[in-house]
């Protein structure tokens, strides 16, 4: 299985591009994280935040693989436990399919990425920087695989 992360926003610092190739790398090939950068709207003063969001959605959507879970990281969504996303990502796992996790930009997901989603997932009821979004995502990933194999990088 392979872990498609389509996040709007590119041209990342270096802080974050280390941070998600630390636990990136950490991660074993049958659970690998393939991050797809989706460029931002081109904002200007005629453009709304609703014509963004649908603009940065079309292109989240054209980028999506074929016949994949596609989980909406969404503040509605469902907050999951990080024993949770282990069991979750244990489903993903044996089901044989990709997934893809879909962060939007600035103005959040397009109602076209919301109702493309098999599942919605909140992170937290805070709101995060986009790009540390992808370090945590990354993080809780390698954590859910751990504790689904066994490895002490989890202590509960």
Same mark, same amino acid.
């Given at each position: !299985?392979? #872990?498609?992360?389509?996040? =709007?926003?590119?041209? !990342?610092?270096?802080?974050? =591009?280390?941070?998600?190739?630390?636990?990136?790398?950490?991660?074993?090939?049958?659970?690998?994280?393939?991050?797809?950068?989706? &460029?931002?709207?081109?904002?200007?003063?005629? /453009?709304? +935040?609703?014509?963004?969001?649908?603009?940065?959605?079309?292109?989240?959507?054209?980028?999506? &693989?074929?016949?994949?879970? =596609? @989980?909406?990281?969404? @503040?509605?969504?469902?907050?999951?436990?990080?024993?949770?996303?282990?069991?979750?990502?244990?489903?993903?796992? /044996?089901?044989?399919?990709?997934?893809?996790?879909?962060?939007?930009?600035?103005?959040?997901?397009?109602?076209?990425? /919301?109702?493309? +989603?098999?599942?919605?997932?909140?992170?937290?009821?805070?709101?995060?920087?986009?790009?540390? =979004?992808? #370090?945590?995502? +990354?993080?809780? /990933?390698?954590? +859910?695989?751990? #504790?689904?194999?066994?490895?002490?990088?989890?202590?509960?």
């Amino acid at each position: !299985m392979r #872990i498609h992360l389509l996040a =709007v926003g590119t041209r !990342m610092p270096s802080w974050v =591009v280390e941070g998600y190739r630390e636990y990136t790398r950490r991660l074993p090939r049958e659970c690998s994280l393939h991050l797809v950068e989706i &460029p931002p709207a081109k904002r200007h003063k005629s /453009l709304t +935040a609703e014509q963004a969001r649908q603009q940065e959605g079309q292109a989240l959507l054209a980028a999506l &693989p074929k016949d994949c879970n =596609v @989980v909406a990281l969404d @503040v509605r969504g469902k907050p999951w436990s990080t024993e949770t996303l282990a069991a979750q990502l244990d489903d993903w796992l /044996l089901s044989g399919r990709d997934v893809a996790l879909l962060v939007g930009g600035p103005d959040g997901l397009s109602d076209a990425c /919301l109702a493309r +989603a098999d599942q919605r997932w909140s992170l937290s009821a805070l709101t995060y920087p986009h790009a540390l =979004v992808r #370090i945590v995502l +990354a993080e809780q /990933l390698y954590r +859910a695989w751990t #504790i689904s194999t066994g490895h002490p990088y989890h202590r509960s």
